[in-house]
């Protein structure tokens, strides 16, 4: 996306799904490695795919809207009877995995259980069995007085989702993040003080490969945010911290790689530190650019970049909505300050984008150094529907389109954001709504 100005940002509304249970509130969204399938996942356990129409010929430069493709049970409520504890049946992450034939291939976890599901078409069903009728039963034998060979007959095509693998027991702690290897054979998995290394085709056990877990748990100063393999590079990955810090780790090293290769941090400003500067420099995601040389970082205020050959400080940092910052004692107070936002790359890693209150997300262009501030709302956000760039005023002379910091609502909140691999399509989650927006001045020059 390239922004030329505030107002040449045309995003058009592609779907916008609604839901109002409380179960339907959407807690992850992720495009699959050729953007035509999109997947949700609720705090209900529910997977929901969407999946793109293809182009039409009347309309070449309007290509096709995202509609429902499957929707599953991922996860059920579960109660672990020996710690007392109820396990929530939410749905943390997904993650597919490269497409190797015709089905494709998902994870998706809660709390606890990662499960490997595959997706898959049928279109038609094979008739005329030997020795079964219509309906499935068997035959009586000695009715049986010929062979015939079974054919293929079409049918209404029927997306089938199955559960190839569990992977269990493997963590004590809330699981974080998951990240699919380059090498397309293994996954990670993270939670508050562990990452595990699991191996697609092994359900029964994983390798510990990071393990910051004190030996008194009183002395335990930082958790694990988040976590991610390396794109290209598959003994490479990357952990943030809520210290604010991110320990890349090369697996080549030693089996069990608490000693970090690199370690990336911005010492602290002295002049702006606080009661809450520990809470806001917590990390809460980490993305590798598509390129592999830069990593992305979230944290309450700011979303940062950083380069792979520098770990003093970041290359870049973005500044999300730093008119909070005279109200961070009221948001400690409603527990917003806890709240754990995404980023995102663009297919170019030229662009970066991110969430914040009142419904607004944000967009960063890393080479013209602009950026915008756009709203996902039902009102403002008819099929095809236009948005417009918003302006949040801080204090003295409002224009007429300005919202004040004071009128925010923070209880509407874009946590979970997804960026199409290679084309300008976003698609953001407002609690229980998903849209989905496409750049629709730059799809018509191409």
């Known amino acids: 996306m390239t922004f030329t100005s505030p107002q040449k940002i045309v995003l058009e509304v592609l779907y916008l799904k609604t839901n109002k249970n409380w179960s339907d509130i959407i807690s992850t969204v992720e495009f699959n490695h050729t953007g035509e399938l999109l997947a949700t996942g609720d705090k209900g356990g529910?997977?929901?795919?969407?999946?793109?129409?293809?182009?039409?010929?009347?309309?070449?430069?309007?290509?096709?809207?995202?509609?429902?493709?499957?929707?599953f049970q991922s996860h059920e409520p579960e109660f672990d009877y020996l710690k007392s504890l109820e396990i929530e049946e939410k749905i943390n992450k997904i993650k597919w995995l490269?497409?190797?034939?015709?089905?494709?291939?998902?994870?998706?976890?809660?709390?606890?259980?990662?499960?490997?599901?595959?997706?898959?078409?049928?279109?038609?069903?094979?008739?005329?069995?030997?020795?079964?009728?219509?309906?499935?039963?068997?035959?009586?034998?000695?009715t049986v007085t010929s062979l015939q060979v079974p054919v293929l007959k079409p049918m209404d095509l029927m997306v089938e989702v199955t559960p190839r693998r569990i992977f269990a027991n493997g963590h004590t702690y809330h699981v974080n993040s998951i990240s699919v290897n380059s090498d397309c054979e293994t996954y990670m998995s993270a939670d508050d003080l562990r990452i595990n290394l699991w191996h697609l085709?092994?359900?029964?056990?994983?390798?510990?490969?990071?393990?910051?877990?004190?030996?008194?748990?009183?002395?335990?100063?930082?958790?694990?945010?988040?976590?991610?393999?390396?794109?290209?590079?598959?003994?490479?990955?990357?952990?943030?911290?809520?210290?604010?810090?991110?320990?890349?780790?090369?697996?080549?090293?030693?089996a069990l790689c608490d000693k970090h290769s690199k370690l990336?941090?911005?010492?602290?400003?002295?002049?702006?530190?606080?009661?809450?500067?520990?809470?806001?420099?917590?990390?809460?995601?980490?993305?590798?650019?598509?390129?592999?040389?830069?990593?992305?970082?979230?944290?309450?205020?700011?979303?940062?970049?950083?380069?792979?050959?520098?770990e003093t400080k970041p290359i870049e940092t973005y500044q999300v909505h730093d008119y909070l910052r005279s109200k961070l004692c009221s948001l400690y107070e409603n527990d917003c300050i806890f709240d754990k936002f995404e980023c995102a790359w663009n297919g170019s890693d030229s662009v970066?984008?991110?969430?914040?209150?009142?419904?607004?997300?944000?967009?960063?262009?890393?080479?013209?150094?602009?950026?915008?501030?756009?709203?996902?709302?039902?009102?403002?956000?008819?099929p095809r529907a236009i948005l417009k760039p918003r302006r949040v005023c801080v204090g003295g002379k409002r224009r007429k389109d300005d919202i004040s910091v004071d009128s925010l609502d923070f209880t509407k909140k874009i946590l979970h954001t997804a960026w199409h691999p290679t084309e300008n399509i976003i698609a953001i989650a407002a609690t229980n709504n998903l849209y989905i927006f496409q750049d629709k001045v730059n799809s018509e020059m191409h």
């Not at 999946?51 to 309309?59: G, T």
């Not at 190797?100 to 990662?114: C, E, G, V």
């Not at 009183?218 to 604010?244: M, Q």
């Open 46 to 71: 529910r997977v929901v795919i969407f999946q793109r129409e293809p182009e039409s010929k009347n309309e070449p430069y309007n290509q096709g809207e995202y509609n429902v493709y499957s929707t």
């Open 98 to 142: 490269p497409q190797q034939n015709a089905a494709h291939s998902l994870l998706s976890t809660n709390d606890k259980t990662i499960k490997l599901w595959k997706v898959t078409e049928r279109d038609k069903r094979p008739e005329g069995y030997n020795l079964k009728d219509e309906e499935g039963k068997l035959k009586d034998l000695s």
């Open 201 to 254: 085709a092994i359900t029964d056990r994983s390798f510990n490969i990071v393990d910051i877990k004190p030996a008194n748990m009183e002395d335990l100063t930082e958790v694990i945010t988040a976590s991610e393999f390396h794109p290209h590079h598959c003994n490479l990955f990357v952990y943030s911290s809520s210290k604010g810090s991110l320990r890349l780790c090369d697996m080549r090293a030693s």
């Open 264 to 310: 990336f941090e911005e010492p602290e400003d002295p002049s702006n530190r606080s009661f809450f500067s520990e809470i806001i420099s917590s990390v809460s995601d980490v993305k590798f650019s598509h390129s592999g040389r830069y990593m992305l970082t979230r944290d309450y205020l700011t979303v940062k970049v950083w380069d792979l050959n520098m």
């Open 352 to 382: 970066i984008m991110t969430g914040a209150y009142n419904n607004f997300f944000r967009m960063f262009d890393r080479n013209t150094k602009r950026d915008v501030t756009l709203e996902a709302s039902r009102e403002s956000s008819k």
